[in-house]
């Protein structure tokens, strides 16, 4: 992986000191263990950390190259219906017919959720939902939905719930949340290569896991 990135990141590994515009680099964390509790010599130790602190700087580099703009447009679009967030208060009913009725006081009789919720003497959540991990049916009905609007009944499991819509946001670039959630999904895959390549296990992670269930791998 040490190759891959610095080859990407248009640096070369020296055989010691690596260094910058401004010099030797310095580790990019503190570090606290001595060279003697390493078991290595000082000159070692400190080789070794200038070694880190050049991977540091050429990952850092690699990274920036990776994540332009338009890359993470293209990511966030590929996105664009899963990444939906919807900021909503809901109210859980655990029949039917009980919910419907609640649906038809907001909607015909202009009445609050709230309001039916203490009523129906059921618990008024707040709750925020990503239309990526709704079944299809609830997704279909959120996407539609504006600030505002009344969604339900939609059955979740064994009750059936009402949704007041508070806020409905829709993922862009300009959302550090999502902005930071597409760098990594364009970053993983490349990290992820690289260690399957690179990384030879001397004990497989899987046989603890295996001794432990007492199942063969």
Known sequence: MEARIRKEAGSHAGGGQVENETGPLTPPFEFTLSAKQLGLSTEDARQKLERLAGLDLSLTQFRAQLMTEESIKRKISFH??????????????????????????????GEELNIVAVRARTPLQQERLDLGDL?????????????GD????????????????????????????????????????????????????????????????????
């Open 80 to 109: 664009q219906i899963d990444w939906i967030r919807i900021q909503a208060s809901s109210a859980s009913f655990q029949d039917e017919s009980l919910a419907r009725e609640a649906a038809l006081c907001i909607r015909e009789d």
């Open 150 to 217: 009344l969604i339900g009944p939609i059955r979740i499991g064994k009750e059936f719930k009402l949704y007041h819509v508070l806020e409905k946001q829709i993922p862009s670039l300009e959302i550090p949340e999502v902005k930071s959630r597409a760098e990594k999904l364009i970053l993983q895959p490349l990290v992820k290569s690289e260690v399957v390549a690179q990384v030879r296990w001397l004990v497989p992670w899987w046989s603890d896991v295996c001794a432990e269930n007492r199942i063969s791998p």
């Open 135 to 147: 079944d299809p049916g609830a997704q279909a009905v959120f996407l539609g939905a504006r600030k």
